[in-house]
């Protein structure tokens, strides 16, 4: 799956509405509606970035009114688009706070959800902190500007100087698709992938990260699909642990009660050449090694096979 993150201003500031107005106000135009019905595809999760109510006395950090994200989803899905996620933050301008900038917790923590590969998602923000989070995650930034200079939004002196901009959401749907485009020519993205920190390193403290509220059924069930399979995949690896163990006791038993047999009792001639006494020993362990572990390497592939088929099911076309 592929990832679009959309700040909550950019979307306002598309339809000339000052962020810092009253929610009631907030009507989106046609052309900012077109644009985000055209982010949504069948492999693609659309989030809106922004800031919980809950941030700072009902201001943001930017001192911004509360949000009303959830009036925004509506008029989206009125108009026949669809809004997968809200991912908040909450700290506002505390120190504690890993959601944006150089440790972008709001774009890891949707990709570890959603098995999002962050070089394969855009972040089409509204301001430097924005950029300087998707730099950070390995995703691709946008800047959509929506009637301000570049100096305004990033100053004099930006730390990237290549970072796109767009003076509206249409030209940013249209740099995607652009993007989209040269990465099926190329048969890869043009970003390398940044590895996401383990669920034990990145929920290490989960007040620090930022929440997502799911709104579409599509999340839902996408969510819902890959915790079962982690769970699925905990189970069986936790069998074949108990698996490994108990053939490890079994051979292990085989081979005391054959070496006390070869002590004690006298075999046929054929037994001789059956258990390859005539290979010296070491050669012997050697073969027997090798022999185990290309059934152990056929034994995972094929778990694997099993395993990818029953939680990845192939899309119809």
């Known amino acids: 799956m592929k990832g679009v993150f959309v700040h909550r201003d950019s979307v306002l500031r598309d339809s000339r509405l000052d962020p810092r107005s009253s929610p009631e106000t907030w009507r989106l135009t046609p052309a900012t509606l077109e644009a985000m019905r055209s982010l949504a595809a069948e492999d693609t999760l659309v989030f809106i970035l922004g800031v919980s109510p809950a941030a700072t006395s009902e201001q943001s ?37 890993k959601c944006w900038g150089e440790y972008p917790g709001a774009l890891w923590v949707a990709a570890s959800q959603f098995s999002l590969r962050p070089n394969e998602c855009y972040v089409l923000g509204d301001s430097v902190r924005d950029a300087v989070a998707a730099y950070a995650a390995g995703a691709r930034p946008m800047i959509i500007l929506c009637a301000r200079t ?52 990145l929920y290490a403290d989960t007040t620090v990260l930022p929440t997502i509220k799911l709104t579409s059924p599509l999340a839902q069930s996408l969510q819902a699909r890959l915790r079962r399979a982690r769970v699925q995949l905990k189970d069986m690896a936790r069998w074949l642990t108990f698996f490994v163990l108990g053939v490890v006791g079994l051979s292990l038993g085989i081979a005391y009660m054959l070496t006390h047999l070869y002590r004690v009792q006298p075999f046929p001639e054929f037994v001789y050449y ?7 020993r070491p050669l012997r362990g050697a073969l027997f090694i090798i022999w185990g572990a290309g059934v152990i390497l056929l034994a995972v592939r094929s778990f694997y096979r099993s395993a990818n088929i029953a939680f990845w099911p192939k899309r119809r076309r």
């Open 61 to 97: 950090e930017d001192g911004h009114d509360t949000l009303g994200l959830d009036m925004l989803v509506k008029q989206v899905e009125a108009a026949g688009g669809r809004i997968d996620g809200l991912i908040s933050c909450e700290h506002g301008a505390q120190a504690a706070c």
């Open 274 to 280: 059956i258990t390859l006494q005539f290979i010296p």
């Open 150 to 201: 570049i100096g305004e939004v990033l100053g004099n002196l930006p730390a990237h100087k290549d970072l796109p901009m767009a003076m509206d959401l249409t030209t940013a749907v249209r740099y995607i698709a652009v993007e989209e485009e040269i990465t099926r020519q190329l048969g890869h993205t043009r970003n390398p992938a940044t590895p996401i920190p383990s669920d034990e390193v």
